[in-house]
């Protein structure tokens, strides 16, 4: 049984325009959810993180909205930039991650 | 402030053949370690992770096997290559007692022929 999900696979978006990346889970314990960004041929690097006894976490253009009840999340990036592309991997567990399969960013000029 | 490398950098590789691929953390004592395996364009499997010298978690069984020789070391490794086994192999590392932050390594590009 796949543990997180992502939505869309793939997205596109022009520059100044918010980007909306979906993710939910399956396991109601779970109670750490990163969001992790990886360029072409890169490692991923932790972007933005939120615990579970919160809703909301804002870090400059990056917001993650929590809805424990639903076991829904979503990653918002608001003016989206050209160097925002990227693929964004959504996560979820306490002591073991488990990864969604990833939605493919591009941030058209 | 911690580094961690990864070598090499990619494999062109006979099905067969033997692998081993290596982590190096440095800045941080006694990590936790992982190795992930990451399909074109896929999602990132966790295969191994270790909390200390010597011991050795596997998580899927995928005809490959992982040792940490050292504290600061992680090896991946088999002796007979699988074209299923290419990929992009990325080592990671978090802190000692928790599994949720993880720091990635750059990450090695296996190609089995």
């Known amino acids: 049984q796949q543990q997180v999900r992502q939505s869309p696979q793939s997205l596109t978006v022009w520059e100044g325009e918010t980007a909306i990346l979906n993710c939910s889970y399956e396991?109601?314990?779970?109670?750490?959810f990163p969001w992790y960004q990886q360029f072409p041929g890169e490692g991923p690097a932790l972007l933005i993180s939120i615990r579970s006894v919160s809703d909301k976490k804002e870090d400059g253009r990056f917001t993650i909205f929590f809805n424990k009840r639903e076991k829904k999340l979503s990653l918002h990036i608001t003016d989206s930039q050209p160097g925002d592309s990227a693929t964004y991997f959504c996560a979820a567990g306490d002591n073991v991650l488990y990864f969604g399969s990833g939605t493919k960013l591009t941030v058209e000029p | 402030a911690q580094t961690i490398h990864q070598w090499p950098v990619a494999e062109i590789k006979a099905v067969g053949s033997p692998l081993s691929l290596g982590c190096t953390i440095k800045g941080k004592s006694s990590p936790n370690l992982y190795w992930y395996w990451q399909a074109t364009g896929g999602t990132l499997q966790q295969l191994f992770y270790?909390?200390?010298?010597?011991?050795v978690e596997s998580v899927v069984q995928l005809n490959l096997s992982a040792s940490r020789p050292k504290d600061d070391q992680f090896i991946l490794s088999t002796e007979k290559l699988l074209l299923s086994h290419s990929g992009f192999y990325l080592c990671?590392?978090?802190?000692?007692?928790?599994?949720?932050?993880?720091?990635f390594g750059a990450g090695t590009r296996l190609s089995v022929l």
């Open positions: 270790s909390i200390t010298v010597g011991q």
């Open positions: 990671a590392w978090s802190l000692e007692g928790s599994q949720n932050t993880l720091y």
């Open positions: 396991d109601s314990t779970f109670n750490y």
